[in-house]
Every structure is written in C-alpha cells, then in structure tokens.
DNA sequence: TTCCGCAATGATAGCGCTATCATGTCGTCA
DNA sequence: TGACGACATGATAGCGCTATCATTGCGGAA
C-alpha cells in the first residue's frame, strides 16, 4: 500500500499536474479491472459481479478514493448540486426553509449551492445565470415574479425547477408554498370578526409576497366597506422588531382611532406589542395585533400574539422530494402544490 | 451569427455528447484566436493585447458564453468554490454570520457551498471530506472543537481555512471570532456590579460555546464567592424562545430567592422576559435579565435587555476578507483575530 | 445445432478548460 | 549589429471521469 501511494506520487511529480489525490485509475489498477468498471461499481453496484465489487471496494478504502465531483460533473454534463436561490439570509423564513431544505436533501449526494438575491431581479438573473452555467441537477428559487429573461432561462434549462413560498399559476415546472393573498385576507377577516373596525396595515420590505399580503387585507376590508387608505403604513426598509414601533407611531399619527393592525410579519407585530407596553396602550382592548409566520415567540409573549403559521420548513421538504422523485424519474402527483397555512388565534386579538 | 449556433448545435447532435451551449472552442474561432487566448482574456485581460481582448468580448457576448465551472476546476486543480460549514441554520447568530460571508464575496466568482454540521463533530468530519474532494478554494468551520482526524484533514488541505465565532489559540490555519468565556464573565460581573446575589445560568442546546460562556459566568461568580451550582439550569434542546419560560420556571423551582438571570442568547433572554411578565415577576426590580448575541429585539423590549453584542456579520466579512487576501497573495496582518465584543446596558439590569 | 439476446466487462474517445512549453516579434543595450 | 529578454500568442497534452460502442461468454429459443 505504501508503495502504491509513493510511486503515485512519484509520477505526479513527474508531470508537474493532477492533484496528488487518488484517481479511478489508481484504484482500478489495484482492483485489477479497468477504470470504468469502477466508475460502475460506484455509481451503480449492481451493474458490477459481486466478486469485483468487493475488490473495488476494497481498493477504495485501501486507498481513500473519493472521487473528483468536477470531473464527473464534466464528463456526464450534470452537477451533483443544487442551486437554492432566496431573497434574505436574515429573514428567519428563509433559514426555516433551508434548513427544510438540506433535511430534505439528508446525506446523500447531492449539494446545495446557495444564493442571496437581496430581493432584486436583476441579482436573481445573474445568480440564475451562474448557476446554470454549472448544469446543476435542479434550481429552487424564491417567488414567481422572476423576470422575463430569467423566466426564459429556466425554461430553457434541462433540469427540474421549483418555485417555492408561492402559490399560483404557470409555474415555470413545479412551484409548492401558499396563498400570500389569502392570509392576508383570512388574518383581516379574523379582525373584523372580533369586531375592530379601524384595522391598519403595517408593512416593511414590501417585497411581491408582501404585496399580495396587502392586497389580501385590503380586498377584506372594501368587502365590508372599512377599507382607508390611511390605514396602511408601510416602508422599503428590511423588516426588523425595532421598525415596529416607530411604524405604529406613524400610523397612530395619521390615524388616532386605530383600534388593530395586521403586521406584514412577526418582527413587526413583536415590534407593535413592545411599542403598546411603553406607550401604555391596552392589548387587545385598545389595540388588536396579528402577525405573519407565526415564529414560536408569538405563543409566549405577553399577551400571546394571534398570527398566521406558514409551512415554512415544509415548503423546504416538499421541494426537495419533488426534486429527487423528478431526478429518480418517479411520478410527481402535481407539479402545483398548495401547503396552506393556518390562523393562529391568541389573545392580542380576542377583546 | 445565426449560422455559427445553427452549425454547432448540428455538430453536437452529431457526436451525441456535449452540453449544447457554446464552448471556449466557439469563442475562440469567432474571434479568430487559440481557444488559451480566450482562457486568459477572460481570466486575466492583462495579459491579452486591447485588440484581441475587444475581438473576444464582442464574440463572448454574441455567442453568449459563459465558462463551465466543472471544466474550470478539473483542469486547473481548484474549485471557484467556498466550502462553509456551519453547525445551524435556524440560529440567527449563523445567518447573520452567512451574510456577512456573502456580502464579502461580492459579486466575485467565488461561490459557496454550505453544510450544516447539526452541532456533531461526526457530521462535520464527514462533510469536511466531502466538500475537500472537490478541492474548493477555501473553507470556513464554525468553532474550535473538530476532531482529531477533522484537524488533520484541514491541516492537510492545501486552501486557506478560517476558523470562526471563538477566539483560542493554534488554529488550524487562520481564525476569526471572539472570547465566549469573556462574554460569560463580562455578564455575570455586569449583574454582580448591580448589587444581584442570586445570579442563575440559563442555557439550551449547550454546544461548545455555551459551555465557555458557561464557565466565565462560573469563573465570576466563584471570584466573589457567590457561586452556587444549583444557580445553573441548562438543557440540550436547541434554544427557543418558548424555552426561556420553562427553564426560568425550573430555575425558580429550585431556587426561590433568583434575582437574576444571565442567559445563553437572547431568544431564552426573551422567553424569560415574557415568563416573568406572565407571573407577575418585577423586572429588574425583582429578577435583572442579561441575554447574550444583542438582536435587535433586545432594545425595543419593555423593558428594553441587557446583551452582549457580538460582532456576528463582521466575522463573516473578516473571514471572507481573509481568504481573499490569501488567495491574492496579500499579506494577512495576523491570522487570528478578536473582533471583540460589547456589553450594552439596558432596563433589565438597572435596578 | 445454430443463432439470438442478455449480462458483464473493456477500449476508446471525449467533456471544456488550463498548465506548460514553444514560437514569434519587438525594443534595447552593449 | 546582434544577442537577449520581455511580451503576446499558439500548440499540445492532459485534468479525472463517463458516454458510447465493442467484445466476450453463456443459456435458451428455434
């Protein structure tokens, strides 16, 4: 063994290139068989006797083979690699889905390359551009407003697509998330329910899904004529807890018989109640707050906030089978899936 | 033009292989040139006269090029790629973290290529030898506590490494981070200094770092005399806010006369706030709360939290930074660096 | 018996790019 | 004036793997 290793790298020292690591090569000549009876052995055991397996896989321990993920993905034209393409890394809904992500994925081979489009499309067609230029296995990315290049170039790309946290029609080739519009509107009708009847819309970012969030909230509250613009407050600024507070002050200022606000998101919600607590405004009783993702503080606060839980994780998961069955050539049952979401309902709205 | 792209796609029909996107080969007849020309016009336009540089710009954005990674990094032994290891995705310290890596790599060719290690040692080794077998260009490992062999691998590795979040001695190559054992005794002496007695430790999930915050708190308490081991109630359940609650309520359990907490993070740091609002707990009056990382929730709360701000994004960029300087052949001022960090005084510890 | 099909293995030829060395063309300095 | 080096460009030969086709041997159908 120590002689095969030494005379290995004697000859790459000698031509001055290759990596000093093992090749297929190395471990067919100690098998004794050729190079891509190996590759098959690895690849697909059962295309290999059971005697020349065991001797490859022999020589692979033997030599610590592992083989060359570039060059493969060179000679069969596919990468073992997804790309994942989100909006925000500090946005706690895209770590959910991730993290759904790479469960999803488990140990097997396939990697994810990752990129943060700062919710801009023209970073998203660049990244789409990249990442294709690597034949990935399968593309995951962030919402359906891609552009229409982008949209193109996903089109033309051979390998499967998802589009996640949306849902909607036309996806590109498979698309799994939820109804943006409809939470929205199920969280206001949940306000006007309980009887508020100057119900604000609070929002930061204002990114497509928000947008449609809004829209939600304002085609519930025209349905019963409680709809004013004055009502809404929002801002481009990325969302954070602190933005909260001062966007209820602004909207208190425009609109002093406020009596509930639907946030864009938990941050903001969480925002809301603190800015309640030190301005003494009572919650529920003067002041309704319902949030968006339902993240596990909104069960513990104080008063516990009424939100909206989306199947973050899930949506994660979900990509990832469809990408794999896709990949395993298994039937998919739709390529649209709707996961849903639930109204969570606490005390911040029950006056 | 339309004939180039029609007579390539004949030829590559023809031979059955190929991935139907032009290649160098077509670049480089286009513009009338070797297809290394090309390769150095793009990797180093310095070393290409203007002439022929204007010739193979026009003929890359005719024919649309874009160079295949794989075949990059198969014939020059290197991948564009940045393995990071990271131990969760859900903790905000980490995504804070990423961003900064991503931020600090710009729009440059390098991407990254992501593992979740899940906080075990066995997990991370095995990612290690994975992303190594693609031989990226660098990699970054969250903490100081690989295993023996894990070390060895990445001493091995001939790419710059970048250990990250700790401050310690003998790093494998480079390190970037911050004392955890100093944050846990800044704290704790913090609370002493404020006149609390009963100081308790509230932990989750205890990974390594949270055992060296741990053990400051420990080595301040045990300064003054004041150390009690059943002031500690930790558990190894990931951190969540709902969990602050209940570990604040098994700490009261033990211990009746509590007046302080010194927590883990600020996500428990929250849940105990909430708790203690819940049942009527004094803050900081009756129980001082000192949390630990510095979200940005902590200085909106009611009452606002103590934390200590750790420089999470800035150790993304400083390691990037880092990579980069050794990938360009620039001297790196010192291999390892404490960026520190700060205690913030608020609400929750003024008595 | 003959032939066909299938399973197991191998030989060959790239995948698309770059390391390396070779070649040609200047300007420059003794 | 000629040799030398610096610069610009090209030819060649892989990087480590797999697609593709070829070969071999064997059992069963005709």
């Known amino acids: 063994?120590?002689?095969?290793?030494?005379?290995?790298?004697?000859?790459?020292?000698?031509?001055?290139?290759?990596?000093?690591?093992?090749?297929?090569?190395?471990?067919?000549?100690?098998?004794?068989?050729?190079?891509?009876?190996?590759?098959?052995?690895?690849?697909?055991?059962?295309?290999?006797?059971?005697?020349?397996?065991?001797?490859?896989?022999?020589?692979?321990?033997q030599l610590g083979y592992a083989p060359d993920p570039n060059a493969r993905a060179l000679a069969s034209a596919r990468a073992d690699v997804i790309g994942v393409l989100v909006p925000s890394l500090t946005n706690i809904v895209f770590a959910d889905t991730l993290r759904g992500i790479y469960d999803g994925l488990g140990d097997g081979p396939l990697q994810i390359q990752m990129g943060n489009t700062h919710y801009s499309p023209r970073e998203e067609e660049r990244l789409i551009r990249m990442f294709l230029s690597q034949r990935p296995s399968a593309m995951i990315v962030s919402g359906i407003d891609q552009t229409e290049t982008t949209r193109k170039l996903l089109e033309s790309a051979d390998c499967p697509i998802v589009q996640i946290m949306e849902y909607g029609d036309g996806p590109v080739d498979m698309l799994v998330g939820f109804s943006h519009f409809d939470g929205g509107k199920v969280a206001t009708n949940h306000l006007i329910e309980a009887g508020y009847r100057r119900i604000g819309f609070i929002g930061a970012r204002m990114d497509p899904r928000s947008q449609r969030r809004l829209a939600g909230y304002r085609s519930a509250l025209e349905a019963v004529q409680l709809f004013d613009p004055k009502l809404i407050t929002t801002t481009l600024t990325p969302s954070r807890v602190s933005l909260g507070g001062q966007l209820l002050a602004d909207a208190l200022a425009k609109v002093a018989d406020l009596d509930a606000v639907f946030c864009n998101n938990d941050d903001l919600a969480m925002g809301v109640l603190f800015e309640c607590q030190r301005a003494g405004i009572a919650v529920p009783h003067r002041m309704a707050i319902c949030g968006f993702n339902d993240l596990d503080m909104m069960q513990v606060a104080y008063p516990s906030l009424t939100s909206i839980r989306t199947p973050r994780y899930e949506i994660g998961r979900q990509a990832v089978q469809m990408v794999l069955d896709r990949l395993a050539g298994r039937?998919?049952?739709?390529?649209?899936?709707?996961l849903g979401f639930e109204l969570k309902i606490r005390e911040s709205t029950m006056r």
Do not use: F, W
């Open 1 to 61: 063994m120590t002689d095969d290793i030494a005379s290995r790298e004697q000859s790459r020292k000698a031509s001055r290139r290759g990596s000093g690591r093992p090749t297929i090569a190395d471990v067919a000549k100690l098998a004794g068989v050729a190079a891509i009876t190996v590759s098959r052995a690895l690849r697909d055991p059962s295309l290999v006797s059971a005697e020349l397996r065991a001797e490859i896989d022999t020589a692979v321990i």
């Open 331 to 338: 039937p998919i049952a739709s390529p649209i899936v709707d």
